[in-house]
């Protein structure tokens, strides 16, 4: 996530030990052009995977199970999709007035296992039909885990709306808007595991720019018991904020865990 170019080997050593200290595993995010608009527009939003936040410098996210849900609960196809090398870009036309929720599903399954012919590990991915089939027959020390993913952003034209509960996986719920959040106040939000408060969860949110800091600067968060957190926002800008956790309440054959994860830009106006 740092450039170091003609540095002697000393100082290089040093700089490398610094960046390890602040990597992350890849980034997942979704990031609009504008949460806001006063009328009816169109957001540009990128997609990608990366190692410094916001920036695009890894692979592109993939976007086989994005959904985008108009205020009315109806269904958005986007418009102008591009697949570029490093992320990808499309448009959604935000005509009608309230939230728009912008995700990208992810929901499968992987597996593991020992060749009985050779003794090596292999792996496959999979969805909860197929995966099963990557899986030979004669495999040993078998190895399946379900996943369950949700990566979003929300937009508003004019007055925010109140967004319908999706009641599976992890789900952010704001107290307010997720699209009404200002620097320097304290907004309140609900994660919940299925429907359900997820309690005791870890949640980081992290300011965007990663590349011109020296320190991530994240925020540390745990739900309460009713799943509920707080976070008052030091700066204005685009937040990732994310959480994860595993279960074993799986619905996928021969699955023994299932691992969740959750992430969301928003924007923090001044």
Same mark, same amino acid.
């Given at each position: 996530?740092?450039?170091?170019?003609?540095?002697?080997?000393?100082?290089?050593?040093?700089?490398?030990?610094?960046?390890?200290?602040?990597?992350?595993?890849?980034?997942?995010?979704?990031?609009?052009?504008?949460?806001?608009?006063?009328?009816?527009?169109?957001?540009?939003?990128?997609?990608?995977?990366?190692?410094?936040?916001?920036?695009?410098?890894?692979?592109?996210?993939?976007?086989?199970?994005?959904?985008?849900?108009?205020?009315?609960?109806?269904?958005?196809?986007?418009?102008?999709?591009?697949?570029?090398?490093?992320?990808?870009?499309?448009?959604?036309?935000?005509?009608?007035?309230?939230?728009?929720?912008?995700?990208?599903?992810?929901?499968?399954?992987? @597996?593991?296992?020992? =060749?009985?012919?050779?003794? *090596?590990?292999?792996?496959?991915?999979? %969805?909860?039909? +197929?995966? $099963? /089939?990557?899986?030979? @027959?004669?495999?040993? =020390?078998?190895t399946v885990? *379900?996943?369950?993913?949700?990566i979003e %952003?929300?937009? +508003?034209? $004019? /007055?925010?709306?109140?967004?319908?509960?999706?009641?599976?996986?992890?789900?952010?719920?704001?107290?307010?808007?997720? %699209?009404?959040?200002?620097? $320097?106040?304290?907004?309140?939000?609900?994660?919940?595991?299925?429907?359900?408060?997820?309690?005791?969860?870890?949640?980081?949110?992290?300011?965007?720019?990663?590349?011109?800091?020296?320190?991530?600067?994240?925020?540390?968060?745990?739900?309460?018991?009713?799943?509920?957190?707080?976070?008052?926002?030091?700066?204005?800008?685009?937040?990732?904020?994310?959480?994860?956790?595993?279960?074993?309440?799986?619905?996928?054959?021969?699955?023994?865990?299932?691992?969740?994860?959750?992430?969301?830009?928003l924007e923090?106006?001044?």
């Open positions: 996530m740092t450039r170091f170019i003609n540095l002697r080997v000393a100082s290089l050593a040093i700089a490398l030990s610094a960046a390890a200290s602040l990597a992350q595993a890849h980034n997942a995010w979704l990031l609009p052009s504008s949460t806001v608009f006063s009328k009816a527009d169109t957001v540009t939003v990128d997609a990608a995977v990366s190692n410094d936040l916001f920036v695009a410098n890894h692979a592109p996210l993939r976007l086989d199970g994005l959904q985008i849900t108009a205020p009315d609960g109806s269904t958005v196809k986007p418009e102008t999709e591009a697949k570029l090398k490093l992320r990808n870009v499309f448009d959604v036309s935000v005509a009608q007035a309230g939230t728009y929720r912008i995700a990208v599903i992810n929901a499968g399954a992987f @597996a593991s296992w020992k =060749d009985k012919a050779t003794g *090596q590990t292999k792996r496959a991915r999979g %969805t909860a039909e +197929t995966i $099963g /089939k990557e899986i030979p @027959a004669d495999a040993q =020390d078998v885990t *379900q996943s369950s993913g949700r %952003t929300f937009v +508003t034209v $004019g /007055k925010p709306s109140a967004l319908k509960p999706i009641g599976q996986g992890l789900e952010l719920i704001a107290a307010g808007s997720p %699209t009404d959040l200002v620097k $320097g106040e304290k907004a309140t939000f609900t994660l919940n595991l299925d429907g359900q408060p997820a309690k005791g969860l870890e949640v980081t949110v992290t300011a965007g720019n990663t590349q011109y800091r020296d320190k991530l600067e994240e925020i540390k968060l745990k739900t309460d018991d009713k799943g509920q957190f707080s976070v008052t926002w030091p700066t204005a800008g685009m937040y990732w904020l994310d959480a994860s956790t595993k279960d074993n309440k799986t619905t996928v054959p021969q699955a023994k865990e299932r691992r969740l994860n959750y992430a969301a830009t923090v106006m001044p």
